[in-house]
């Protein structure tokens, strides 16, 4: 329902109290209504706040699944990519301490598919990055899909 609210009034996302700091417990909780808020935003001051807080947060399925349905919709600043992009490579790198092997290789995988739909739709330009997934591939050669 509320969904549907939000796309008969764009405006109602600026009287529900959302602000950046809610929108990770919103990805976790209900996709699809981020994806809408965000689409609802897209076009305002606000929505560098929402991107730099997608850019850094915590690397998730769910994440990465709001992440592919804006793109469908919303054509992502260049910079924006690459900052989440290079965030989601760190992360792996950064999970090879604290996580266990099968958890960090899925990270991994899920990681490696992410980059291969990012670039088969022509999102971002593969010299833009080719050097952070080389490195990343590299230091993950265990990895089958690297």
């Known amino acids: 329902m509320l969904i549907n609210c939000l796309n008969a009034d764009k405006e109602l996302v600026f009287h529900i109290d959302m602000t950046p700091a809610k929108l990770p417990d919103l990805i976790i909780n209900n996709q699809a209504i981020a994806v809408q808020l965000l689409i609802c935003m897209t076009n305002t001051s606000e929505i560098t706040k929402y991107y730099d807080v997608l850019s850094h947060m915590k690397i998730s399925v769910a994440l990465l699944e709001v992440f592919n349905s804006l793109s469908q919709f919303v054509e992502f600043p260049k910079e924006f990519i690459q900052l989440f ?8 790198q950064g999970n090879a301490q604290g996580e266990n092997k099968v958890n ?8 490696v598919v992410f980059l291969q739909n990012i670039l088969k739709q022509k999102l971002i330009n593969f010299d833009d990055v080719s050097t952070d997934i080389r490195q990343f591939c590299m230091e993950h050669t265990t990895v089958k899909e690297c």
């Open 85 to 92: 992009l290079k965030n989601c490579m760190t992360q792996c």
């Open 104 to 111: 960090r290789t899925r990270t991994v995988r899920v990681v």
